[in-house]
C-alpha cells in the first residue's frame, strides 16, 4: 500500500517495513528442527524478495539499468522479427542470444510487453532458483543455514543488482550457475544428473562469456579444493568423471571463443588475452591511485562510512565464517573446506586482476556470482554467534537485529535505490524514467532525425524512440561541452529541468572511462534560453533546443 501511493518515491517507512519482515524471516529460522517443513518459510523469502524487486523495477514505468536497455532491445528484435539481430546490430551478443530468446518467449506466451518479460523471466528465476542454496545449505549444514542463506541472498544488493536492477544475459548465468553448483553438492552420480550438468553448462557458455568465465573458475577451485583436502586429510578422491567435466568446460569456452568476435577481425579469446600478454610484456597502464580510488568525488565521511558498510556487511559476516570452517572443527568436512577456499581465490582474483591493469575482465561483475558462496559461510557464523547468547529470546533478539541491520544497508544502497537514496544522494545518476521523460523522446525523435544531444543517462532513454530514428544520431553531454558551453555542430539539445538538482554523469573525451558525477550548472542550463537558440518542445520537464540561423551581415 505504501508503495502504490508514492509515485517515483518510496517512503523511508517502506525500507523500514521490508527491514523488519526479513528480521521477523529470519527470527522463524532459528525455530526450526532437522525434519522440520520449511515450504512455508521458503514461501515467506520468496514473497519478500519479489516484493523488494516490484518495488524496485514498478516504481518507474522504464526500465532499470544501462545495459538492460540494449538486452531488452535485442529481446524485442526477437519478439517482433522472429530472428536474432544481425552481427552488425546485436555485435557480440550475436553468438550469446539464449537470455534474449528467453525474454522474448516469455513476451509473447504471455503476451505482455518487454519490461513485463522481463520480471517474470529473469526476476523470477533469479528467485525461485535459489531454492538450490537451501538445498546445498541444509546438506552442509542443516535446515537453519540454509534458510538462512536463501533469505541472505535474495537480500544481498548484488544479487539484486544483478537479477532485477540491471538485468543482462548474466542474470541468467547466475541462475544456471546455483543450479550446477546444487547439481555439484548433492554428489549424485546418475546419467540424469550428468546429463543436467553437461546441458546447464553448455546453455551457459551460449549465454554469456565473462560471467561463464567466472563459473568455470569457480568449479576448478571447487574440485581443487577437494583435491587438496583428500591430499591432506584422505576424504573421498575426486572421481574421474570431475576432471572430464572440468576438460569439457575447457574445450567448450576456448572453442566456443575462438569463433565468437567482438568485431570483424577480433575473436573473443584474442580480446581477453590480449590485455595479459601486454601486460606480461610491458606492465599495468593503470597507475595504483587511479585503479583503488577511481575518478573522485567529495563525499562526507558518514556518507563514505555508511556506503562502504553496505558492500562489506556480507564479506565481514563471511571472513568470520571462513575462519570458522577452516578450524579444526570443520576444516575436516570436505564440502566446508572446498567452499571456503572458493571464497579465498575468487575474492584473490577479483581484486588481484584490476591490480595487474586490465580491465577486460570485468571483475566487478563477479560478486553476484562470488556472493553465491559467501552466503554460506555468512549464514554459518551468524548462527554461531547467535549461539552464543544462552536464552531462546536473547538468540531471537540477537538473529532480528542482524538481519534487521543487514537488510536495511542492503536494500537502501544507492545502486538499487535510484529514486530515494539516503546516502551518496549528490552521487547517484537515477537511470529510470518518468512518463513526461518517456513522451518527450518519443515526441522528439518523431520529429526531428537528425543529431541530438542530451545528459547521460538520459540517452538510454532512446530505447522508447520513434521506431524510424536511428539512436547512432544521438549523444551526451561531455566535460568539454560544461566548460566551455561550446558544441559542434547544430544538433538539437535536449534539457531534463530535473538535472539541475539530480546528478548526472558527464564523461571526459580525454580519458576512456572516466566519468563526473554532478548536476548540470544553471549557468550552462540557461545558456539555451540566449537569443542564439530556439526552445522548439517543452512539457514543463523536458525541453528541446534548436540553433537559430543568424541573418547574414551585409
Not at 516484493?51 to 536497455?69: H, Q
Not at 547466475?174 to 548433492?186: G, H, N, P, T, V
Not at 570431475?242 to 576438460?247: G, P, R
Not at 540517452?459 to 559542434?488: K, P, V
Amino acid at each position: 500500500m505504501i508503495y502504490s501511493m508514492n509515485l517515483y518515491y518510496r517512503p523511508i517507512s517502506y525500507f523500514i517495513l521490508i527491514c523488519v519482515l526479513a528480521a521477523l524471516i529470519a527470527s522463524q529460522i532459528l525455530y526450526i528442527r532437522e525434519g522440520d517443513g520449511v515450504a512455508s518459510l521458503l514461501m515467506q523469502i520468496f514473497l519478500l524478495s519479489i516484493l523488494i524487486r516490484v518495488g524496485i523495477f514498478y516504481n518507474f514505468p522504464s526500465l532499470m539499468g544501462y545495459d538492460a536497455y540494449f538486452h531488452a532491445g535485442m529481446a524485442r528484435v526477437i519478439t517482433d522479427t522472429g530472428f536474432v539481430a544481425p552481427i552488425e546490430t546485436s555485435s557480440k551478443y550475436f553468438y550469446y542470444p539464449l537470455a534474449h530468446i528467453f525474454v522474448s518467449v516469455t513476451q509473447i506466451m504471455g503476451e505482455t510487453d518487454i519490461k513485463d518479460a522481463m520480471f517474470y523471466s529473469i526476476g523470477f528465476a533469479s528467485v525461485f532458483s535459489t531454492v538450490a542454496i537451501y538445498l546445498i545449505g541444509k546438506k552442509i549444514e542443516g535446515p537453519q543455514m540454509g534458510l538462512l542463506a536463501t533469505l541472505l541472498i535474495n537480500l544481498n544488493n548484488h544479487n539484486i543488482v544483478a537479477g532485477i536492477a540491471n538485468i543482462t544475459p548474466g542474470s541468467l548465468v547466475l541462475c544456471y550457475f546455483i543450479l550446477i553448483i546444487y547439481a555439484i553438492f548433492s554428489e549424485k552420480q546418475s546419467l540424469r544428473y550428468t546429463g543436467f550438468i553437461l546441458l546447464v553448462t553448455i546453455l551457459m557458455v551460449l549465454t554469456h562469456q565473462l560471467t561463464t568465465f567466472v563459473v568455470f573458475l569457480s568449479l576448478v577451485s571447487i574440485y581443487a579444493g577437494r583435491y587438496l583436502h583428500n591430499h591432506v586429510y584422505k576424504s573421498l578422491p575426486i572421481k574421474t568423471s570431475s576432471f572430464n567435466y572440468i576438460l569439457f568446460f575447457i574445450i567448450s569456452l576456448q572453442t566456443y571463443w575462438m569463433f565468437t568476435f567482438v568485431n570483424p577481425n577480433t575473436s573473443f579469446l584474442e580480446m581477453v588475452l590480449s590485455p595479459l600478454m601486454d601486460v606480461l610484456q610491458v606492465g599495468a597502464s593503470y597507475s595504483s591511485d587511479e585503479l583503488i580510488v577511481g575518478s573522485g568525488n567529495n563525499q562526507e565521511t558518514l556518507e563514505v562510512l555508511l556506503l562502504h558498510i553496505s558492500y562489506l556487511a556480507l564479506p565481514f559476516f563471511a571472513i568470520g565464517g571462513v575462519l570458522a570452517w577452516f578450524s579444526r572443527e570443520d576444516v575436516k568436512k570436505v564440502n566446508k573446506f572446498s567452499i571456503a577456499l572458493v571464497v579465498v581465490i575468487l575474492y584473490s582474483l577479483a581484486y588481484g586482476i584490476p591490480l595487474l591493469g586490465m580491465r577486460n575482465f570485468l571483475t566487478s561483475r563477479w560478486f553476484p556470482l562470488i556472493s553465491v558462496f559467501l552466503v554460506f559461510v555468512a549464514a554459518s557464523y551468524m548462527l554461531k554467534l547467535v549461539s552464543l547468547f544462552n536464552s531462546k529470546k536473547a538468540k531471537v533478539s540477537a538473529i532480528f537485529i542482524i538481519i534487521l541491520l543487514f537488510s536495511f544497508v542492503m536494500v537502501t544502497t544507492p545502486g538499487i535505490n535510484k529514486d530515494n537514496p539516503l546516502v551518496a544522494k549528490d552521487t547517484t545518476v537515477r537511470n529510470q524514467f518518468k512518463e513526461v521523460e518517456i513522451e518527450a523522446i518519443k515526441t522528439v525523435t518523431a520529429k526531428h532525425s537528425g543529431n541530438i544531444l542530451m545528459d547521460s543517462p538520459y540517452d538510454s532513454c532512446l530505447f522508447y524512440r520513434d521506431r524510424e530514428y536511428d539512436s547512432s544520431n544521438a549523444t551526451y553531454f561531455n566535460i568539454q561541452h560544461i566548460q566551455t558551453g561550446e558544441i559542434d555542430g547544430n544538433p538539437m539539445v535536449l534539457l531534463r529541468k530535473s538535472t539541475v538538482k539530480e546528478p548526472v554523469s558527464i564523461n571526459d573525451p580525454e580519458r576512456y572511462g572516466v566519468n563526473f558525477i554532478q548536476k548540470l550548472p544553471e549557468e550552462f542550463f540557461n545558456r539555451f534560453e540566449t537569443y542564439d537558440y530556439a526552445r522548439v518542445y517543452d512539457n514543463e520537464e523536458v525541453f528541446a533546443y534548436l540553433k537559430e540561423e543568424k541573418p547574414a551581415r551585409n
